[in-house]
């Protein structure tokens, strides 16, 4: 576990010594705050359509930062051969692959922390009250959700040796999730059987990351709290797939070759 | 988990005393690449390579490039799993990270984590060996006065110049205070002053009693600082002695040893 954490410290730490997140943070900050100084035609429900426009961003963000700080961890370390040194110390692989994941996956919640600390303050500021549970339902949730990201785009680093392919193609992927993950057992009802099939086994074999989404209407629409029953089941969820992808990452960078 | 130790012989060698423990033992070691392209035959990069080395020795593993010495090397420190043969450190299966805890490495080209100082870099290698707190601090404060960057201790490792790379190289090897050291290339590119101290450097760790073997294309250092040397060839050991009975057994200096070993001159075509 020491070697676990000593990674991770450091993933942390090059990410906020990097400008990657406060350049998505100023963004968001900025955009956020003259929405919210804007008066739309006087309407009163206003608020709904700033917090909608600002949730969308703080969950563009925090894919970004995400899949683009995942996505260059192993492949950095390979070709600046900073692995080297790394692994002739008392490390193993699989300790590697974990400490990077815990380091993102840190690094990543201590980025939507502050972009949640933000919105809820903007939020209280103009509706002149705050719904703490709700919001942090939401922050656990997402949170849940990018370890599942983060998770992949480990997976996407030890199969891709280029960080940019693998950062489109994980954006792509979880875009995909994300637009048509719950319609594809409507799409497959559709289809011929081999195509029906196909698309039934897709259903219930990716993360459905959309589900994890769908939480944010509820702190657009003040909704009620999701039962922290199915809360943990999500995360439980959550957690089973991030494993299930971890251990396919060390499987792929166990027998990596460290250096071209 | 207790790892069963192979039997420890001595090698029948005036360099080595009699009853000395083989720090590192090579067995039938076989190294094969497969082949990149499509059809493409596997590479064989070392051909069931043996060899003890001994605690205590100042040991040189020679070859020109391609000859098998990094391979070798990156087995011993668990890069790349041997295709047959083991490899023992301390007793210990290469292939076990628990191997590499008494050893300190040297790569010859690398960088380090640009966005750390010299000691946030050390704090964080001698926390992966779990060294208590504040041993740590005075083991970093040791090494970077050893290696000369005390002064620039604060500064992010990105501003160094590319010596101050190489002796924060060797810092980051020496922060658990290694029994063993391997070091590869480790004065490759370095000015005479930066040669000449890492060269201090390797004689001052071997009189404290440390095993170090390192690989160098610089014959005239490797017979300075070596007790023992290896040849290898085309993946195959040429020849293996103390430096003193190689030069007296073929009459020349070690460079020509070297050339005469690898057939360079190639002989001419009639």
């Given amino acids: ?260 | 988990m207790s790892i069963e130790a192979p039997t420890i012989t001595t090698q029948p060698d005036p360099a080595v005393p009699a009853g000395q423990e083989a720090v590192i033992r090579i067995q039938g070691l076989v190294v094969q690449y497969r082949g990149r392209g499509l059809g493409q035959s596997p590479t064989v990069a070392v051909k069931g390579l043996d060899l003890d080395i001994f605690a205590g020795e100042a040991f040189g593993f020679l070859g020109p490039n391609g000859a098998g010495k990094t391979s070798t090397m990156q087995v011993l420190l668990g890069f790349q799993p041997p295709t047959r043969g083991a490899a023992y450190i301390y007793g210990v299966d290469v292939r076990q990270p628990i191997a590499r805890q008494r050893i300190g490495y040297l790569p010859e080209t690398t960088s380090y984590y640009k966005f750390l100082t010299a000691e946030e870099l050390l704090r964080f290698y001698g926390r992966i060996f779990q060294i208590r707190p504040a041993e740590l601090e005075s083991r970093i404060d040791a090494v970077l006065k050893l290696v000369d960057l005390d002064a620039a201790r604060k500064r992010l490792i990105k501003t160094y110049s590319k010596g101050m790379q190489q002796r924060i190289g060797l810092a980051q090897a020496l922060i658990n205070n290694p029994d063993l050291l391997i070091l590869d290339e480790p004065t490759s590119g370095l000015d005479p002053p930066g040669r000449m101290k890492v060269r201090e450097i390797i004689q001052r760790l071997k009189t404290e009693g440390r095993t170090v073997l390192f690989s160098s294309h610089e014959l005239g250092e490797v017979e300075t600082v070596c007790d023992r040397i290896a040849i290898i060839h085309r993946g195959e050991l040429k020849v293996v002695g103390s430096v003193a009975g190689l030069v007296k057994e073929y009459q020349m200096d070690l460079e020509r040893i070297f050339l005469k070993i690898i057939g360079y001159p190639p002989p001419a075509q009639p």
């Avoid at chain 1, 656990?140 to 370890?147: D, E, K, N, S």
């Avoid at chain 1, 637009?179 to 081999?194: D, E, F, M, N, S």
């Avoid at chain 1, 909704?223 to 943990?232: F, K, S």
């Fill in chain 1, 1 to 260: 576990m020491n070697a676990i954490f000593c990674l991770a410290g450091i993933v942390i730490k090059e990410l906020y010594r990097r400008k990657d997140f406060y350049v998505l943070f100023v963004i968001t900050a900025v955009i956020t705050l003259m929405m919210s100084t804007v008066s739309f035609f006087h309407q009163a429900g206003i608020v709904r359509y700033l917090k909608d426009i600002c949730l969308l961003l703080i969950w563009i963000s925090s894919l970004v930062i995400a899949i683009v700080t995942t996505a260059r961890q192993i492949p950095a370390e390979c070709e600046s051969r900073t692995i080297l040194p790394l692994l002739a110390k008392p490390v193993s692989r699989w300790q590697v692959v974990a400490g990077k994941f815990t380091g993102c996956w840190l690094a990543c919640g201590l980025a939507l922390a502050v972009f949640y600390l933000f919105f809820g303050a903007v939020c209280a500021a103009k509706e002149g009250h705050l719904a703490l549970p709700q919001y942090f339902q939401a922050f656990w949730l997402q949170w849940a959700m990018l370890a599942v990201v983060i998770s992949m785009a480990l997976l996407g680093s030890v199969v891709f040796s280029a960080p940019s392919a693998n950062a489109t193609i994980c954006f792509t992927v979880v875009a995909a999730i994300l637009i048509v993950g719950a319609y594809l057992q409507k799409l497959a009802a559709l289809q011929p059987p081999l195509a029906a099939w196909l698309l039934t086994l897709l259903y219930f074999t990716i993360p459905h990351l959309e589900w994890f989404y769908a939480v944010r209407e509820r702190l657009i629409f003040d909704q009620d709290l999701i039962g922290w029953g199915d809360c943990a089941l999500a995360t439980a969820y959550a957690a089973a797939y991030v494993a299930l992808i971890l251990c396919a990452a060390w499987l792929v960078f166990r027998r990596k070759p460290l250096t071209a």
